[in-house]
């Protein structure tokens, strides 16, 4: 199973009015994945090739996204916007990973 990265990321747009920095953060990192995808699709690569520019360009992105959340949790009232959006992707974590295997 893998999850939808626009899904989590919407959370984030979602409370970023109240939350500028963090989510600031948070979407840049983001954004850093799509470019990748994007350059996928630009060049026709194939699921093998595909798999080896995310692994070469994502993979760092994707652990730094996972760190930021766990500050970002840890920073946050349980109840806010901000730390159930951070809820979200952590708890959808491993389903997010899906596209770097």
Known sequence: LAAC?????????EVKERFPR???VYLKLVAKL???EGEIRENGLDAEAALA??????????????RVLGILRRGGLPSS???KACDYSLSHWDYLSTYLR
């Open 34 to 36: 799509y470019e990748v």
């Open 81 to 83: 916007g901000l730390s």
């Open 5 to 13: 990265w626009a899904h989590a990321r919407r959370k984030f747009f």
């Open 53 to 66: 520019l995310r692994l070469s360009r994502s993979a760092n992105t994707h652990a730094r996204i996972h």
């Open 22 to 24: 963090e989510c600031a």
